[in-house]
């Protein structure tokens, strides 16, 4: 009986994973994934609306699902039928809580009251875990029409907090920032496809197509002072003022190129197109579709709005055929979520692992590997899909380490697993790829993670090499940190850490940081080559380049410490967890001090995370200088 | 040997001292790299690595407070060379080791070379525009030019350094003095809101219409500190006048008349002189569709040099500097859609850490390989008798 469990977890997991790779069975009558397939273009990048959709989302309240806490059900089927809602009937979108507020002071400064954050649950079950705190008993989520009327003091607000620098802004002035950008960006959002205050814009565009040569000629006529309709004249002007604000407004450059235009990137938001119609005389089918899909998605005729999907999408892939193929995968890839999925594995290899060292050692540490080998695997697909939809080396941003690290080490754990077969390989891989997950998932919240190189880092030779090598050095560094901090809570916790697990745990850490010295250092050396070539210096003391050398040198220093016999198991395990500081810092702290070359995307929660993650550390380092005897599996009494 | 300088070889060779050194190296660089919010990149590398000991200042005295780069860089030298001489006996299998210290210690001394003799200026050109020099970055220098006759002016500077002394300054080549009254590290020339002048102490020139206020030093990467300062030229026969000279771009060279020459005096930023010119052709910014971040920039220059041995047309880009006559040009910045910012690096011990990284590669890869290999052949042992 016990033999077969870890052949069945692994088949549970696989079918976990294939159930999230498989596309969904749609619950609506509208092709939702089809319009979440169009793409736009916006950062420099073609993208699909999907990925608009389920970004903007993050940003807003910190997930892509749409709904409210006193309700199991999401409000809206996917992010891209939140988009639909937000496009074309925006009364709609307005009344779904998708404004994520925690701060007091800015609750206060919304006219939020305790009254309305107060979740009230109709189950009585629920009622008696949201008082267990199970479940969350007041909201923080809010829609455009709760907070709509404080709109103009939030904007106040936020022109006192925009001066004051970053660094020094308060919680409640970061906390203004984020949402008054949030509702800028929800602006942009509804003038993407066609404007909100219209109710009939299929019917508008009509009647302006038919108005557009006598329109032109009466405005013409008047600015020269000559007799003309002014009536018409008035009308016309009027529309191209109402077209002009729709092209301000937003960035999202929704209509592809005219079929004359040869420029590939020259696409437009749907105002800059419609003010050409002034001058071509008439309007873009693009925008026509659009105003198509509008009309039959507040008639509610999904046949029309799924044959509208059909056709465009059809026009669109005749030019721009390839892209599309990538913004079809990358929708897939979005509903796919490959790295949540990874994260539920990688928790659930994680307390096989543990459990394996408390009863059934051999079947649940082989199920443990297993799991771990296919969130492992999972991730790999996912870091390989993101590399070929973007066309560059797996490492580009701090989202994009974070990713890479995870897998790194992992990937080590994997190789240390498969020689020792004491789960200590999975229990750490669960840890680590667990944690860098969750990192990447925080760092997502600023914004689409697929982003477009600064011309200073379009090297991806270099990005192939340096960033690579480097990337794996601080994950060995971290893995040799995790390991330690097993051998501390084991043994000075638990009298499971027997003489063999001990021997073989040291044995671990010291491989893994010889490991780490020598892909940190050839790392950081072909940073130096690589700046030399480019900016003819080989080092600049830049914040991210110290962090790297300090790495390089921290494992330099538990090296020659223990070759030196100056420490022995425990001092390198102190050593080693120590080195997750270094890491940590070196990864995170550098760009929060926003100076030099490599200071990128810097974020003041982050901060905290990282004041408390040092703590964590300082308090197992305190934990591992403890004298011997005090610890229980060394314990001989 | 006697047993001093045996103690004293023992300290220079332990392992202990190794340890004590990377220690410290660890958090100097963590302090340095803090401090670059207050200081600046630059000023940090004055203070913590090109030095022998960080100093702080209380009150007037600077105390040493920490050793410098410079101090355990030396010693970490020292210790390395000693182990290398009396701990380690040259064998294979401890090639790795040798050929990784080996590397360490030219990595070092090339370090100290770099931070010797490495010169870094800023070159900038407008479409069209040559230049056969570039300017510092931090530099100033007061340039006195006679422009009498039309073929050739005759230069005269004096460094920033000289003018900050505040001293009478007498060159052979000038017929008057310059003295310094005034010297502001760094100056601006506010806006004038409320029409009344800011009060200006020249007798001559700009300074007439404008005065300059001091402003603190800054330490930010992105600005710098342009100084300002009120000069009285002294002829044979008393005072010429006195001018307001500010090292801002936008203020050109003042002209003046003496003795029957002309002249023209400027305060501006240390200048670089090379033989040969560049010329920019053309400056291109491409940008990503729809977005204000840049996707490359690109410089077109014309080199060549006054007999002509050199004259051609090369591109300045992203991640491809120009190197020629022991100086690397790269696109550093740009001022506009037509004005290209060069970074001019000149390093003539660049090559040292190529040849020291590539002896410590080989060096880690040959000691871990061993310790690869024995872990393995171990494994096997114990799997062999565990069978």
Redesign the interface.
């Known amino acids: 009986m016990k033999k077969f469990i870890p052949l069945v977890v692994l088949v549970l997991g696989a079918l976990y994973l294939v159930g999230k790779f498989l596309p969904a069975r749609p619950a609506s009558s509208f092709n939702f994934v089809g319009f979440g397939e169009l793409p736009v273009?916006?950062?420099?990048?073609l993208k699909p609306i999907d990925t608009v959709a389920r970004s903007s989302l993050l940003q807003f309240q910190g997930r892509q699902r749409v709904g409210d806490a006193a309700e199991s059900a999401p409000q809206t089927e996917s992010p891209a039928e939140w988009m639909t809602n937000v496009f074309f009937s925006s009364a709609k979108a307005d009344t779904y809580p998708v404004f994520r507020i925690d701060s007091p002071d800015l609750l206060t400064l919304m006219g939020i009251t305790e009254d309305d954050a107060k979740v009230r649950y109709t189950s009585s079950a629920k009622q008696f875990f949201a008082v267990l705190g199970f479940l969350p008993s007041s909201r923080s989520r809010f829609s455009y029409e709760k907070i709509s009327s404080k709109i103009p003091e939030l904007e106040r607000q936020a022109k006192l907090a925009r001066p004051v620098e970053a660094a020094v802004r308060t919680p409640f002035q970061h906390a203004v920032i984020q949402l008054y950008g949030s509702l800028v960006q929800y602006q942009q959002l509804k003038h993407t496809l066609a404007p909100p205050t219209s109710d009939d814009f299929l019917g508008e565009l009509l009647s302006f197509q038919k108005l557009l040569p006598t329109g032109v000629a009466a405005v013409r006529a008047k600015s020269t002072g000559q007799p003309h309709d002014a009536e018409l004249a008035k009308a016309t002007i009027e529309l191209g003022q109402r077209y002009l604000f729709m092209s301000e407004v937003t960035?999202i450059?929704a209509v592809p190129p005219a079929t004359e235009v040869t420029d590939d990137?020259?696409?437009m938001t749907t105002g800059q197109s419609l003010l050409g119609s002034f001058q071509r005389g008439t309007v873009d089918p693009s925008v026509l579709a659009f105003a198509g899909l509008s009309y039959a998605w507040r008639q509610n005729q999904p046949e029309q709005f799924n044959k509208i999907i059909d056709l465009y999408s059809a026009q669109v892939g005749k030019r721009f055929g390839k892209q599309m193929q990538k913004t079809h995968a990358e929708v897939r890839f979005n509903a796919a979520e490959p790295f949540y999925a990874s994260m539920t594995l990688y928790v659930a290899a994680f307390l096989l692992a543990i459990f394996s060292w408390l009863k059934w050692p051999e079947p649940l540490a082989r199920s443990a590997f297993y799991l771990v080998a296919l969130a492992w695997l999972a991730t790999t697909v996912g870091i390989a899909t993101r590399m070929w939809l973007e066309g560059r080396p797996p490492v580009t941003n701090l989202y994009s380490s974070a990713l890479f690290i995870g897998w790194g080490s992992v990937g080590l754990c994997l190789i240390l697993e498969a020689?020792y077969k004491n789960a200590i390989g999975s229990v750490a891989a669960g840890l680590t790829g667990f944690a860098t997950l969750l990192i990447a998932h925080h760092l997502s919240l600023s914004g689409d993670t697929l982003e477009?190189m600064?011309?200073?880092l379009?090297?991806n030779f270099?990005l192939a090499t340096h960033v690579v090598i480097v990337s794996t050095g601080y994950a060995a560094t971290f893995l040799a940190g995790f390991l330690a901090i097993i051998y501390i809570l084991r043994g000075s916790l638990t009298r499971s850490l027997d003489k063999a697990t001990a021997d073989s745990l040291a044995?671990m850490v010291y491989?893994i940081v010889?490991?780490a010295?020598?892909f940190s250092?050839?790392g950081t050396?072909l940073g130096?080559?690589?700046a030399?070539?480019?900016?003819?210096?080989?080092?600049?003391?830049?914040?991210k380049e110290?962090?790297a050398?300090?790495i390089v040198?921290?494992n330099?220093?538990i090296l020659?410490?223990r070759?030196?016999g100056?420490i022995k198991a425990r001092g390198l395990m102190a050593l080693a967890i120590f080195g997750n500081i270094?890491t940590s810092?070196s990864w995170f702290g550098?760009n929060m001090?926003?100076?030099?070359l490599h200071s990128y995307g810097f974020t003041a929660a982050a901060f905290t995370a990282l004041s408390i993650f040092i703590a964590s550390q300082l308090i197992l380092i305190a934990l591992a200088l403890r004298p011997l005897n005090k610890w229980r599996s060394f314990q001989t009494a | 040997m006697n047993e001093v300088t045996r103690q004293f070889r023992d300290f220079f060779v332990s392992?202990?001292l190794?340890?004590v050194l990377?220690?410290l190296?660890?958090i100097l660089?963590?302090a340095?790299?803090?401090d670059?919010?207050n200081l600046?990149?630059w000023a940090?590398?004055q203070k913590y690595?090109h030095s022998l000991f960080v100093l702080w200042r209380v009150g007037d005295i600077p105390v040493p407070v920490f050793p410098g780069g410079y101090l355990i860089g030396g010693f970490l030298l020292i210790n390395l060379i000693s182990a290398q001489v009396y701990r380690f006996k040259l064998s294979a299998k401890k090639s790795g080791i040798w050929l990784t210290h080996v590397g360490l210690i030219i990595l070092l001394i090339g370090?100290l070379l770099?931070g010797l003799w490495?010169e870094?200026f800023a070159l900038r050109l407008d479409e069209g525009q040559s230049k056969n020099y570039s300017e510092s970055y931090r530099f100033n220098e007061l340039a006195v030019t006679e422009t009498t006759d039309a073929a050739f002016d005759d230069v005269v500077v004096i460094p920033e350094k000289i003018l900050a002394r505040g001293e009478a300054i007498q060159h052979a080549k000038l017929p008057f003095r310059i003295v310094p009254k005034l010297y502001y590290p760094n100056a601006t020339i506010p806006e004038n809101d409320s029409k009344a002048p800011t009060p200006s102490h020249a007798t001559k020139g700009i300074g007439l219409q404008v005065g300059v206020v001091p402003l603190p030093l800054t330490y930010k990467?992105d600005e710098r500190n342009l100084p300002a300062a009120y000069v009285e030229l002294v002829g044979a026969d008393g005072l010429i006048g006195t001018w307001l000279v500010y090292a801002n771009p936008g203020m050109p060279p003042q002209r003046f008349e003496y003795a029957g020459r002309s002249w023209k005096i400027a305060l501006r930023y240390e200048r670089n002189y090379k033989p040969f010119s560049l010329t920019l052709l053309k400056f291109s910014n491409d940008?990503?569709?729809?977005?204000a971040?840049?996707?490359?920039?690109s410089s077109r220059i014309r080199l060549n040099t006054p007999e002509g041995r050199d004259d051609r047309e090369v591109l300045i880009y992203?991640?491809?500097?120009l190197?020629y006559a022991g100086?690397?040009?790269?696109q550093?910045s740009f001022d506009g859609p037509k004005t290209t910012i060069l970074?001019v690096?000149r390093?003539p011990s660049?090559q040292m850490?190529?040849i020291a990284?590539t002896l410590?590669?080989l060096g880690?890869?040959i000691q871990?390989g061993i310790?690869?290999v024995a872990?393995i052949a171990r494994?096997r042992k114990i799997a062999a008798v565990a069978a």
Not at chain 2, 327 to 330: I, R
């Open positions: 273009l916006l950062n420099g990048r960035n450059l990137t020259a696409w020689i477009m600064q011309a200073v379009d090297s270099w044995r491989g010889c490991f010295t020598l250092f050839v050396v130096g080559i690589w030399d070539q480019s900016w003819g210096r080989f080092w600049g003391w830049d914040p110290n962090g050398l300090i040198l921290w330099a220093l020659h410490a070759w030196g100056l270094v810092w550098t001090l926003g100076v030099g | 392992l202990k190794t340890i990377l220690a190296s660890i660089i963590f340095a790299t803090v670059q919010v600046g990149i940090v590398q690595f370090e770099t490495q870094e990467q940008r990503y569709a729809g977005t971040i840049p996707k490359n920039y992203m991640n491809n500097p190197r100086l690397t040009f790269y550093a970074q690096v390093n660049w850490p190529y990284c410590m590669t880690l890869l871990f310790h690869l872990f494994r």
